[in-house]
């Protein structure tokens, strides 16, 4: 058993039969498509533009900020978990409203190419808020609605999505931006946002859905009620928090990781263009190849946690994503752009295998009768702990050097997978033991 199959306490208990597995996955696929779309497009491609027509490199870290909602979901989350909008489920509802709200806004955001920016920031952040709040009543869709058994496949299917969508907003859309200028572009990203949510809307949500109860051996933050008593009198004024309290070992490992693996992969297209490498070429690489080979990455990795097991995929990806670190302060060393783009790619090959074991262990995580609410934390909250980092990390690079900067950022990346490794461990240990 490798942890994610079903088990006794999880397994569903009605006699239901669920959908194929391809009819299952394909409404949450386009909208993991839009996702990484528009959050591609406002967060990764305005950045590289902006760059490349001469703002220095905290300006350009600042830009991150627009992730800012991506990270403090947790602080809303709760009324994704208790409030039910009517006339649709209540998942349903949600993603509906949110994707809708992304679309409106978006369409307000086409029309501002000459607006002031900070204008031009706030919608892109109101549209972030509305991408991000969809995304966590989309993952306790999944866990609420998807079997154990099935998750590893959704969560290639959130990557995958995510891959193209970033192929599409990141790439694609930067390549051509020329050409279809600012308005064209974003109206493309509201368009694409639309048509990937009719899937969704047919989705049988009420006949899939799982106990709400239903709580996996070894998760010491599902322990029957009357070990917290307080936190349910006091749930509206501080259930966040309390969840907080129970998950933050884990909300800090995964912070830790995801700080990390942005300084050490992140910021390589503001490396490869002071490398001297040509825009287009840098978008090229970092947009579209990247995405192309995440994707490919997500489908093939969905497979070996099924086949090869968590750990040893954790392990290996790991160490890749570490040596192109070395290979991309060597470049930076030596003002070798081919070298550069070489240890690029093979950091997005090697990150391509840890994003479906991470993501799956926090479908794991988030197991409980607020989904919504833990995968806020565990996401969101561990987001945020790095938003620092993201923000940061080109402002550092600018002071000390990108070799130097890889230099730091290489073990940072080292320590924080040694940390979460562990933490997987011990959670696929505990559903290995006896009940």
């Not at 899937?199 to 106990?211: D, I, K, S």
């Not at 000390?400 to 230099?407: K, L, S």
Request: glycine share 12%; net charge positive; with cysteine.
């Amino acid at each position: 058993m490798n942890g994610y199959e079903p088990t006794p306490h999880s397994a569903p208990v009605s006699d239901r039969s669920e959908p194929g597995w391809a009819a299952q996955l394909a409404p949450f696929f386009g909208l993991y498509i839009t996702f990484g779309t528009t959050l591609g497009f406002l967060v990764s491609g305005a950045p590289l533009i902006l760059r490349a027509r001469g703002i220095d490199l905290a300006e350009v870290g600042v830009l991150q900020l627009i992730n800012l909602p991506v990270g403090l979901t947790f602080l809303w989350a709760m009324l994704v978990d208790r409030i039910r909008l009517p006339g649709l489920p209540h998942r349903l509802g949600w993603i509906v409203l949110m994707q809708g709200a992304a679309i409106a806004l978006l369409l307000v955001l086409s029309r501002g190419e000459a607006w002031p920016l900070p204008a031009l920031f706030g919608l892109a952040l109101a549209t972030c808020f509305c991408v991000a709040t969809m995304d966590i009543a989309l993952e306790a869709l999944v866990v609420e609605t998807v079997g154990p058994e099935r998750r590893p496949y959704i969560a290639s299917a959130k990557l995958c999505g995510a891959s193209l969508g970033g192929l599409f907003g990141a790439g694609v859309l930067i390549a051509e931006y020329d050409r279809l200028g600012w308005q064209n572009a974003v109206i493309a990203v509201a368009i694409l946002n639309g048509l990937c949510l009719l899937p969704m809307l047919r989705y049988p949500e009420r006949a899939l859905r799982r106990p709400s109860a239903e709580s996996p051996r070894g998760a010491p933050e599902h322990r029957p009620e009357r070990w917290r008593p307080a936190f349910g009198k006091r749930r509206g004024q501080n259930g966040e928090l309390g969840r907080l309290r129970l998950l933050g070992g884990r909300v800090l490992v995964l912070g830790l990781y995801f700080a990390a693996m942005f300084a050490l992969t992140g910021s390589n297209n503001l490396a490869l263009l002071d490398l001297g490498v040509p825009l287009g070429e840098v978008g090229l690489v970092t947009g579209g190849l990247a995405s192309g080979i995440n994707l490919v990455m997500a489908l093939v990795s969905g497979y070996l946690v099924r086949r090869v097991g968590t750990l040893p995929l954790i392990t290996v990806s790991a160490l890749g994503v570490a040596a192109s670190g070395g290979l991309m302060l060597w470049a930076s060393a030596t003002a070798a752009p081919n070298l550069g783009l070489a240890a690029a790619i093979l950091g997005i090959l090697c990150g391509g295998g840890l994003g479906v074991p991470v993501f799956n262990m926090i479908y794991r995580w988030a197991q409980g009768p607020q989904p919504a609410t833990d995968y806020a934390l565990l996401f969101g909250a561990a987001f945020f702990a790095a938003m620092p980092l993201r923000v940061g990390a080109p402002a550092l690079a600018g002071a000390v050097g990108w070799p130097a900067y890889f230099a730091l950022a290489v073990p940072l990346y080292a320590l924080a997978v040694l940390l979460l490794r562990g933490a997987i461990a011990r959670t696929l240990a505990a559903d290995r033991a006896p009940s």
